[in-house]
């Protein structure tokens, strides 16, 4: 009987002893399971990270175009989370909630950073919403009585240095760390970016938020300025 | 061989994977957490709530002062001694900055560390498990600088840390019952202190030091928001902390737990000045700060109801601590004090 490396058995496979076979099929089956198991694994792992342009999948590009586009001084987000349905209570549980009853159906979120201090940011979190009738609806109830208006998107206020606005079905949470007037300039202009994306379709003209889950995205070497 | 390493392979991934410990549930809980509070010996007359109030920024005064509180002869060194590793479980929750209210302060954690040092303490721990990146969230909190510089150590929490535990005292068919819980740096410490920003909870109505030892359960906790208020009550019975202290420097009045407007926060809360607060109580710890910083009602509070009654169950069948969730209570007994740094 043919084999590996071309040796031949000496023993026809009805001479093999039952033991024998048994131990085979146990090994086989072992394999076989730890096989699946690993897939399994890998497919079901909480983060997918790739770069950018590295898969040319229009669902995984959208969010790094969406927060592309930096002010001077600033780097975009190299980094980029994605969170489906399932996931938001991942990024903002306890919170998590109220956006779904909403229709929350998903958020991406990246980190702009000052370039003479990595720890000066401003957070950036886009909710996509079922409706432009639902971000407005979220919007309306997180927004405090003497917000004030700020003309951006189609609805939008500020709150110290931080921009809360909507626009299509997103609702969108510009949080600087600090509440210097440089730190508020810097929000106030990223959101502005923000919006234009939006309004290019940057967001719309991919696959949904929901349908990409829990994922990280990377560029490929520093964030566009 | 191939079949062997892909093994190992899937074993090491699995063994990383943040959802592993959920195969612990539903398993007979191996451990009972240690109560905490036991070795320490009060006074009957150690006032239960030490409350500290200042200006921003007064973070070391704060601490002395909320901690000297409840001990007025000893201070810490009533609740920490030579050779203890204390572990203190800060809210790291969220991956945002101190200003945000989100998390507990990283000063406070700072001379909290300092105190405990200096009475003692021969080593310091500092553990929470937070849903998104540990590492994250403690870079951001500050938590972690803090920790570096005054020489704690932050245990990162991995899935063969966690264990499902007996909910114990009588506590017949708590969610929690068989949860996972991150254990290992529990396992290590001889006490234990909470410290937690005092926020307003879109689900819970309120996040203080009850809330905090969520930040210790593994698994898909998310799961158990359908019942968060029995489950912050089974909180108050499964930890027996040696003290807590509710971090009242920045109170998250609205759109809590995660915030993130400037509005949202504000020094003190209702009060407008900045608080700390340090408790043997925690129940009446987050009743005072529920109705003195977030300026609600805390009959109306479901799990401190709840939180009440177990606790005394508790009490009945012997655990050490306090369950007051009316602190007017200790008020009229002179178990408050407050002091104005």
């Known amino acids: 009987m043919p084999t590996f490396f071309g040796r031949r058995y000496a023993r026809s496979l009805e001479q093999v002893g039952r033991g024998e076979q048994v131990v085979g099929a146990v090994i086989l089956l072992l394999t076989a399971g730890i096989v699946v198991a690993f897939v399994a694994q890998l497919r079901s792992g909480p983060e997918v990270a790739f770069e950018a342009g590295t898969m040319d999948t229009r669902a995984r590009s959208g969010p790094l175009r969406l927060l592309s586009s930096a002010p001077d001084g600033w780097h975009a987000p190299n980094q980029i989370d994605t969170y489906g349905p399932d996931e938001l209570y991942q990024k903002i549980d306890g919170r998590a909630d109220t956006y779904l009853e909403h229709g929350c159906r998903g958020l991406t979120f990246g980190t702009y950073t000052a370039k003479d201090n990595p720890e000066r940011t401003v957070d950036v979190y886009v909710f996509e919403m079922r409706t432009p009738g639902d971000a407005e609806a979220v919007y309306r109830l997180e927004k405090p009585a003497e917000a004030d208006a700020v003309s951006l998107g189609t609805g939008a206020y500020g709150a110290g240095s931080a921009v809360f606005f909507y626009e299509q079905a997103y609702y969108v949470h510009v949080l600087p760390a600090g509440g210097d007037a440089a730190e508020a300039a810097a929000a106030r202009e990223i959101a502005a970016r923000v919006v234009e994306e939006l309004r290019r379709g940057s967001a719309r003209s991919e696959a949904a938020t929901e349908a990409r889950g829990r994922g990280v995205m990377r560029r490929a070497g520093r964030g566009q300025e | ?341």
């Open chain 2, 1 to 341: 061989m191939a079949a062997g390493l892909a093994g190992a392979g899937g074993y090491w991934l699995r063994e990383r994977s943040p959802e592993a410990h959920d195969a612990l549930r539903g398993q007979p809980p191996s451990l009972v957490l240690r109560d905490y509070f036991a070795p320490v010996t009060l006074p009957p007359d150690a006032p239960r709530i030490a409350v500290a109030i200042g200006d921003e920024g007064q973070f070391e005064a704060l601490v002395r002062a909320a901690l000297a509180g409840l001990d007025r002869e000893r201070g810490v060194r009533r609740f920490i001694g030579p050779n203890d590793v204390v572990l203190i479980k800060p809210n790291v929750g969220f991956d945002r900055p101190p200003a945000m209210g989100a998390t507990t302060h990283p000063e406070l954690v700072r001379w909290l560390v300092r105190l405990c040092r200096e009475a003692g303490a021969r080593e310091v721990l500092i553990a929470d498990y937070p849903i998104e990146s540990p590492e994250a969230c403690f870079a951001r909190s500050g938590i972690a600088r803090v920790a570096g510089e005054e020489g704690a150590r932050v245990v990162s929490a991995t899935p063969r840390d966690f264990a499902a535990v007996s909910v114990r005292w009588a506590l017949a068919g708590s969610l929690l019952s068989g949860w996972p819980v991150f254990v290992e740096p529990l396992r290590r410490a001889t006490k234990l202190i909470g410290i937690a920003p005092v926020k307003d909870h879109n689900l819970s109505r309120a996040s203080i030091t009850l809330k905090n030892w969520y930040g210790l359960l593994g698994g898909r906790r998310n799961q158990l928001h359908q019942a968060i208020h029995e489950v912050i009550s089974d909180l108050a019975v499964l930890f027996s902390p040696t003290f807590v202290i509710a971090d009242g420097t920045r109170v998250m009045l609205t759109n809590g737990p995660t915030g993130g407007r400037s509005t949202d926060v504000r020094p003190g809360g209702v009060l407008g000045r900045s608080v700390v607060v340090a408790a043997t109580d925690p129940v009446a710890c987050d009743a005072w700060c529920y109705e003195n910083l977030l300026g609600r009602d805390p009959a109306e509070l479901t799990y401190l109801k709840l939180a009440r009654q177990k606790v005394a169950t508790a009490a009945a069948l012997g655990r050490c601590g306090f369950g007051e969730s009316d602190w007017r209570a200790y008020n009229r007994q002179g178990l408050i004090v407050t002091t104005h740094v």
